[in-house]
């Protein structure tokens, strides 16, 4: 474990199932940084899960409650926010990490993703459907509508498809430490 003082933020964005949750609580770890996932954040606040808000309320609602739990995360130093893949939609949230920290896009390709997502059992009560249609169709529609949305915003893009997450760590913190000397 690092110990670092730079009461920094690093924001970890991409699509579902790139490593932005595990990733993050390993290089959380690894500086000393608190661990955040707003995803966890809008659970606890509101008492149900991804599922349970967008069946009840709409998406809509639920990109309010991801806006305002990201924004709260503002004061907080020395942390590692893990995103949902949709943060990245809302040009403010983007600002929003641009302005208060190093931001950092987890990738992969499609192959990995459709298999993370497959093999995950969190999948049905974190991951709704975001269009209703055929989950590949999905999948590679949003990865294509959001790439340059994550490309614009990331100061660095890792792809996870084939590294380990010690191996994914060790790339984010040695850009991390470039960028910041």
Known sequence: MLWVKTDMKIFLIGYR??????IG??????LNFYFFDTDLLIEQVSGLNISQIVEKYGWKKFRVLEKENFFNTKNNENA????GG?????????DFMKKNGFCVWLDANLKTILHRLNNDNKTCSSRPSLTNKDFLKET?????LR?????????IRVDTSFQTPKEIVNIITGNFF????
């Open 25 to 30: 609580k390993i290089l959380a770890h690894r």
């Open 140 to 144: 590679e529609e949003l990865i294509n």
């Open 80 to 83: 590692v926010i893990a995103t």
């Open 147 to 155: 790439k340059p949305l994550y490309e614009q915003t990331a100061n």
């Open 178 to 181: 470039n960028v910041r000397q």
């Open 17 to 22: 199932c790139t490593g932005k949750t595990t």
């Open 86 to 94: 949709g943060i990245i939609i809302d040009p403010e949230n983007q």
